[in-house]
């Protein structure tokens, strides 16, 4: 996670620059610490992209029907296809309450072993399943109701793996300086 930074209302921008990316304020303009700034930037970079694939995997949920009485049909359809109880709303919904607070694993998680439990067969069905709902909410009539399927889900399992890859490059250190060490030295 980033630092956090308050804002002193009488430092200067600069001042508060240079606290922001860990510099001495003493430094005159023009040095700047390589390495922390390096080191802010793939924490910065890695946090984005989870939170960039977390709002594109609540998308995804989003296109589908509601889960309501309405969608009901729906999601059991899409239950009996997949042969997966990881998908139904009652399983996925404090997943998704989080994912919308911004943290994204656990539905992520939650998806990929979904994907995991599914055999082909259950796959293609499912992705009938929401090809059908997709081309009527879409309009997408010039699209096989199984292509479009096909490709939600394969988008839904790239977005969870980004999701689950993101958080797992943020999370060690050492990793990181390894990282910016070897390629410093190319």
């Known amino acids: 996670m980033l630092p956090e930074f308050r804002s002193h209302a ?8 240079k606290q922001r990316l860990g510099l001495d304020p003493r430094l005159e303009a023009g040095h700047i610490d390589v390495e922390r700034v390096a080191d802010i930037a793939v924490v910065a970079s890695a946090h984005s992209d989870g939170y960039v694939a977390t709002a594109h995997l609540l998308g995804l949920l989003a296109a589908l029907p509601a889960p309501t009485e309405s969608g009901e049909h729906f999601w059991s359809e899409l ?13 996925i919904k404090a997943c998704v309450l989080s994912s919308l607070a911004g943290e994204g694993t656990g539905l992520a998680g939650q998806i990929l072993s979904a ?7 259950q796959r293609i069905a499912a992705g009938e399943v929401i090809g ?21 889900l394969r988008d839904l399992e790239l977005t969870a793996w980004r999701v ?17 060490d070897a390629w410093t030295s190319v």
Request: hydrophobic share 40%.
């Open 10 to 17: 009488s430092a200067p921008l600069s001042h508060q620059l």
């Open 115 to 121: 994907f995991d439990e599914m055999t082909p067969p």
């Open 79 to 91: 239950w009996r296809s997949s042969g997966s109880l990881y998908l139904l709303p009652a399983n």
């Open 164 to 180: 689950l890859h993101a958080d797992h490059k943020s999370a060690d250190p050492a990793r990181r300086e390894a990282f910016f």
């Open 132 to 152: 059908h709902a997709l081309a009527e909410s879409d309009h997408l009539p010039d699209l096989k109701t199984q292509v479009i399927g096909e490709l939600w």
